[in-house]
């Protein structure tokens, strides 16, 4: 049977004249209609600048979100997914992120497949993390790293401190049994009954693959800061605390400054090069620098070009939508090849 199907379109973007949506469609015209109107919607979107938060989570520079935001160095590194949810895109996964301070650079992230309290003994395989050694990204020293149930025969498994005076030259070998988180787990102390618990700091992404060859399973925790005396101002929480740089720039100081604009810090993503992006447009110095004024207008890079695209294809559609019913072949509901879907 002939499907007969009303489609709801804004219809200032089609002349009245050339289609009439409330008519007999082909499939074909109807699947490439659907495709298109996301695209369609797009230049409402790119009325707005960078977003500045993703979920509850701001997002400032030296991040950024969407194309061409924040600092190049860290492009495409963390992405917000339709429903709020920042990740972090690492070589070993794309990890939740939980946390960002600006003040006192860092991001907590968190990674699902590490042992978690829950878990108790039961010590379930776990990928390796990693970060990509070319970006201003470093694993903070405020990380300490549980393993679980390893072997004896392939790891240095002692307490460190009566380690360490017998064999200094081997104290950075050790896993230290003797640690005081694995002796009081976060969270949940008691919890391990009959599996091993030491403490390493492995020194790089290879050493952490080494350690899980021979261990089942293994965990982070970080020192979080509360900012109290001296004595008593960190606590351990279970994440990862990754550090981060903040490129300082004489032209992003200048771009951010209300007195001259107001702007954001961004950058061409052709070059790479430097932009501030302002409501009128993007400069090469800062938003009230008429002589550093660029005529393309502030949105999100490449946006311009989809709905051209979509306009183009969509245009494609009607001529074909014409060119169908002109010339239609009598089908009485039988589906021909001339007029199925695929």
């Keep these: 049977m002939i499907i007969k199907t009303k489609i709801e379109v804004n219809q200032s973007l089609i002349p009245p004249n050339m289609i009439n949506l409330n008519s007999n469609i082909p499939p074909k015209i109807i699947f490439l209609i659907t495709f298109l109107l996301p695209f369609l919607r797009v230049d409402a979107k790119t009325k707005q600048l960078c977003r500045s938060s993703c979920g509850d989570i701001p997002i400032s520079y030296p991040f950024g979100v969407d194309e061409g935001c924040g600092s190049p160095y860290y492009r ?27 003040s006192d650079p860092h991001l907590l992230i968190a990674d699902p497949s590490m042992w978690s309290c829950r878990d108790g003994d039961n010590f379930r395989p776990t990928t390796a ?6 970006t201003h990204f470093r694993l903070s ?23 360490c005076d017998r064999f200094p030259e081997q104290c950075d070998s050790t896993c230290d049994t003797a640690s005081y988180l694995c002796r009081h787990m976060v969270d949940c102390p008691g919890v391990l009954k009959g599996g091993s618990c030491c403490s390493y700091y492995p020194k790089g992404s290879e050493s952490l693959r080494m350690m899980l060859k021979h261990c089942s ?16 101002n960190q606590v351990p929480e279970y994440g990862i ?26 950058f061409d993503v052709a070059t790479q090069d430097f932009l501030c992006l302002c ?10 620098d008429l002589s550093g004024q660029r005529s393309n207008p502030a949105m999100v890079a490449g946006s311009v070009t989809a709905v051209s695209v979509a306009g183009a294809f969509l ?17 009485h509901g039988v589906q021909t090849n001339e007029n199925r879907l695929f």
């Design 76 to 102: 495409r590194i963390l992405v917000c997914s339709e429903s709020g949810h920042l990740e972090l895109r690492t070589p070993s996964g794309r990890y939740p992120v939980r946390n960002i301070s600006y």
């Design 129 to 134: 993390f990693s970060l990509d050694t070319s």
């Design 141 to 163: 020293p405020q990380n300490d790293y549980l393993f679980f149930n390893c072997s004896q025969d392939d790891v240095i498994m002692e307490p460190k401190p009566l380690f």
């Design 217 to 232: 399973s293994y965990t982070t925790v970080y020192w979080k800061s509360m900012g109290v005396t001296p004595a008593y």
């Design 241 to 266: 605390r990754i550090d981060f740089d903040i490129p300082v720039t004489t032209r992003c100081l200048w771009c951010q400054d209300g007195a001259k604009g107001a702007g954001t810090c961004g």
């Design 279 to 288: 409501d009128k447009g993007n400069a090469t110095t800062y938003c009230k």
């Design 315 to 331: 245009g494609v559609g009607v001529w074909y939508l014409r060119k169908v019913r002109a010339k239609a072949p009598v089908t």
